[in-house]
């Protein structure tokens, strides 16, 4: 894997303990006040999750799929219950700042063809140089880098503070960083 930093741990404390704060950071890196953030895929495991991210002056949005996953979504009201196809309907080309894919590439979003209309979707959505990182799991799915889900749309690179991939040892999880092109 090129350009990778190996992270000791597990998935919940490099999310929260790094990946989370990093993200706090990102109003400094970007240069706003304001970020609008999405966060695609929302589980009992991170049901803790979508009310640490960003700043309180950002705006943060949730997105899963299933309607049960609601209540791991954020608590003001800034949950929708849709797929990454209908994301549009909720809001205008360019909207997002920052947007996490984590824990959906291989959970739900499989096939290549799939995975790759899901980043079509995402980049409609994204501000140019918006930033993204895609959670993923080695045994549920090939390497986004490998398969090129993202090729002509998205640069695989360093997120502000964090590496292009950190990858948890005590897991198969990876996180990927990305902006777009």
């Given at each position: ?5 190996v ?31 999405l ?24 997105l ?69 990182m ?29 590496p ?6 005590e ?11």
């Amino acid at each position: 894997m090129v350009g990778f930093s190996v992270r000791q741990g597990n998935v919940r404390q490099t999310m929260k303990r790094t990946i989370l704060m990093a993200i706090k950071n990102q109003n400094r890196f970007l240069g706003k006040s304001d970020l609008k953030i999405l966060v695609i895929g929302t589980e009992a495991c991170s049901k803790f999750d979508a009310d640490q991210i960003g700043n309180k002056e950002d705006e943060v949005w949730t997105l899963d799929l299933k309607e049960r996953n609601h209540v791991y979504g954020l608590r003001n009201g800034r949950h929708i219950t849709a797929s990454t196809a209908d994301i549009d309907k909720y809001f205008k080309k360019g909207y997002f700042d920052i947007v996490l894919l984590n824990g959906v590439i291989g959970w739900g979003i499989n096939s290549r063809s799939e995975q790759e209309e899901a980043i079509k979707d995402i980049h409609y959505l994204s501000k140019e140089n918006a930033l993204l990182m895609i959670g993923w799991n080695t045994h549920k799915t090939i390497d986004p880098l490998v398969s090129s889900i993202t090729s002509g749309l998205y640069t695989h690179q360093d997120f502000p503070g964090l590496p292009k991939r950190m990858v948890v040892t005590e897991s198969t999880h990876v996180f990927d960083f990305f902006a777009k092109t």
